[in-house]
């Protein structure tokens, strides 16, 4: 039996690593789906005040209009010496429309001369079903902000992320070792482990 389940989100480098955590469970039933499989339904804007909200707000819509369970990710940088900006606002750090390099440029501003580098990235998964219900798998990844960015892999603040013991940021790391130490790893090893309980007792993702 299939079990669909739509990832819902447009930033490519997310949709990469939820696909490679959860590719893996196809055998099981499991189906990927995008939302380039639903191409006229507009995207809900990110009006909550936590991960959990935002990332609840947007698994309900696109479990909502397709009738499929969704999953869906928010996700941030949070700066100690900075208060803990920019948080929730991190993909819009430097405005709407910014670019990674935008958000890297102003975050390295921000704490310019700053000796107190540590942050730490969090992630919050959300997995809604039709019915409206919804479970959450959360990780977070403790690190330091690093004097200028470096690393070819990964995207967001990455390039800048230095985790500690790796020698590297998380742009230097190849995907497969990102995903063992991010924030976002360690999520969607939560939700592969419970999905796969779950598909393996041949029940579905809602």
Avoid at 21 to 33: D, N, S
Avoid at 80 to 103: E, M, Q, R, T, W
Avoid at 126 to 141: I, K, Q, T
Wanted: one cysteine or more; a negative charge.
């Amino acid at each position: 039996m299939s079990h669909p389940l739509v990832l819902a989100t447009r930033n490519p480098g997310k949709l990469a690593e939820l696909t490679r955590a959860l590719a893996p469970l196809g055998p099981l039933g499991l189906q990927l789906l995008t939302e380039a499989d639903f191409p006229a339904a507009p995207s809900p804007s990110e009006t909550g005040s936590s991960y959990r909200e935002n990332a609840a707000l947007k698994a309900r819509e696109w479990a909502r209009r397709t009738g499929i369970t969704a999953l869906a990710d928010d996700s941030g940088l949070e700066v100690a010496a900075l208060g803990g900006a920019p948080g929730i606002d991190s993909a819009v750090y430097a405005g709407p429309g910014a670019s990674d390099a935008d958000n890297n440029r102003k975050l390295l501003d921000a704490m310019a001369g700053m000796a107190d580098r540590r942050a730490t990235f969090r992630c919050c998964l959300a997995l809604a079903g039709p019915d409206g219900s919804v479970r959450y798998f959360e990780g977070s990844c403790e690190g330091i902000i690093a004097d200028q960015p470096s690393g070819g892999w990964g995207f967001g603040y990455d390039p800048l992320f230095s985790v500690p013991g790796q020698g590297v940021t998380l742009a230097g790391l190849a995907p497969e070792a990102k995903d063992a130490v991010s924030h976002r790893g360690q999520a969607l090893a939560l939700l592969r482990k419970w999905l796969e309980t779950i598909l393996s007792r041949g029940g579905g993702t809602g």
